[in-house]
């Protein structure tokens, strides 16, 4: 069993940054990709980002591309998403999951253990 906490939400204004941290243990975190989803109110949970278990493999929704950047440290079992250039539209509470082993996967049917969430609020 994996257990996951996230960390680094906040309320920014609008074109801030913010940078969010999950710290996994439990698992042998570097065999896993991980992925960032976000859920705001009267909407579904969506996917954000992910990254392969070596790091050499992103992916991101179309709405951050250029915005955000996932990246991890298997040496501190910690994967982050660094949010740039912060919109209104990104206020959600921001889950980070863990994928599968060994390959990459972007729907969230696919990611086994998550975080309880961070909320990030973006100000107009």
């Known amino acids: 069993q994996v257990q996951l906490v996230e960390s680094g939400g906040g309320l920014v204004p609008a074109g801030g940054s913010l940078r969010l941290s999950c710290a996994a243990s439990?698992?042998?975190?570097?065999?896993?990709?991980m992925g960032w989803f976000r859920q705001a109110p009267g909407k579904e949970r969506e996917f954000v980002a992910v990254i392969s278990w070596s790091g050499r493999s992103t992916y991101y929704t179309d709405s951050v591309k250029g915005r955000f950047t996932i990246s991890r440290d298997n040496a501190k079992n910690t994967v982050y998403l660094q949010m740039n250039s912060l919109k209104p539209e990104d206020t959600a509470v921001y889950y980070c999951?863990?994928?599968?082993?060994?390959?990459?996967?972007?729907?969230?049917?696919?990611?086994?253990?998550w975080g309880q969430g961070t909320q990030v609020t973006v100000s107009s």
């Open positions: 439990g698992r042998t975190f570097s065999m896993y990709a």
């Open positions: 999951a863990v994928g599968p082993a060994w390959v990459i996967a972007t729907t969230k049917e696919a990611f086994g253990s």
